[in-house]
């Protein structure tokens, strides 16, 4: 950690001008959740470096972090929309782009958009399972189950994989898979390795015994 700190000291003593120091100090704000000034200066970094890759992937994610209202929604995307004008074959801005049409409830776009993820990176567990969500929304039961089933298999602890599969083998008829999900859920659910357990130890606080 201290040649970390005496690394970053010289980069700002003696580049200060560098987009490196921006991107740096936007990292920071970052960390002290300081979103605002984070935005502020991944701009800064991507006007002294426009071609670099990840700033505007960084700044995109910046901006969600800062606010989920519609204006920033799609002030995110055409950071992620540049992103992927430098690196088209970047699954995470793809999926990240679809992530915020759902959210504008475009679905259709949305599913192109992941289906392209899935095919960049066919073991993206969180792709595979929101387009199996996105095929179950839509009725298309066959469809969810196979990428659902997929997905369940990639993130096998992931109870919004396990509780979708348990609806589309309901949606289906499928009474005892469907009843199968369901006990895997609970056990999710009960076990102190869950989501939410999860949750509780990143912000430090330590779950319930059953």
């Known amino acids: ?122 073991d993206f567990a969180e792709a595979v399972i929101a387009l199996g969500r996105l095929h179950l929304d839509a009725n298309r039961t066959e469809q969810a189950i196979t990428l659902l089933q997929r997905g369940v298999k990639l993130a096998p602890r992931s109870e919004s994989a396990h509780y979708a599969l348990m609806i589309a083998y309901r949606n289906a008829g499928r009474r005892d898979d469907a009843q199968r999900q369901k006990q895997q859920l609970d056990e999710l659910q009960k076990s102190p390795e869950g989501e939410f357990t999860e949750f509780l130890k990143r912000i430090g606080e330590q779950p319930k015994q059953p």
């Open 1 to 122: 950690m201290r040649a970390w700190n005496d690394v970053v000291r010289e980069m700002f003593e003696r580049t200060p001008d560098s987009f490196r120091v921006n991107q740096l100090s936007a990292e920071i704000f970052e960390i002290q959740t300081k979103y605002s000034e984070a935005v502020a200066e991944y701009r800064k970094a991507i006007a002294k470096s426009p071609k670099t890759l990840n700033l505007h992937y960084r700044l995109g994610r910046a901006l969600l972090m800062e606010s989920h209202e519609p204006a920033a929604l799609d002030a995110a995307r055409q950071e992620f929309e540049a992103e992927l004008a430098l690196n088209p074959n970047d699954a995470v801005a793809h999926y990240q782009v679809a992530q915020i049409l759902r959210a504008r409830q475009k679905p259709g776009e949305a599913l192109a958009r992941l289906e392209r993820v899935v095919e960049l990176d066919p």
